[in-house]
């Protein structure tokens, strides 16, 4: 199996009276990737059938999956929304702006889907994780 690091660093020195400085490190053991790929998202509405990016189809990985996603816009105003395919409400669980990119560990269960505030805006993104 591969190992997956991932590293956040955050600092600040005049956000609050005293600096901040976090480094957070993981090691992920994965087995399995979708690979990188990139997208335009052409749908601009939540639930619409067409356009939209499925970035993880529930059940794809039997383990822990993690997501990679980054939007390529530079306009901060383009965002991309990621929302939880259910039978419910489809709940919005990440907004990202234009530049912005996120990692999330997925319950491996749930279908992740993106649609965008601007047809066209391009997605980056990647999973991985293990199949047990």
Do not use: C, W
Request: zero cysteines; glycine letters at 8%; charged letters at 10%.
């Amino acid at each position: 199996m591969a190992t997956v690091t991932s590293k956040l660093v955050i600092t600040s020195s005049d956000l609050v009276s005293n600096p901040i400085s976090l480094t957070l490190n993981s090691n992920i053991t994965a087995s399995h990737t979708s690979g990188l790929a990139r997208s335009p998202i052409t749908s601009i509405a939540k639930g619409t059938a067409s356009g939209q990016v499925t970035l993880y189809t529930a059940g794809d990985f039997s383990g822990g999956a993690h997501l990679y996603i980054k939007n390529t816009d530079l306009t901060l105003s383009d965002y991309i929304y990621i929302y939880a395919d259910t039978a419910a409400d489809d709940p919005i669980v990440l907004r990202l702006s234009g530049g912005q990119f996120a990692y999330l560990p997925l319950n491996a269960d749930v279908t992740f889907k993106a649609y965008a505030a601007t047809s066209g805006t391009i997605v980056e993104y990647m999973v991985f994780g293990t199949d047990v």
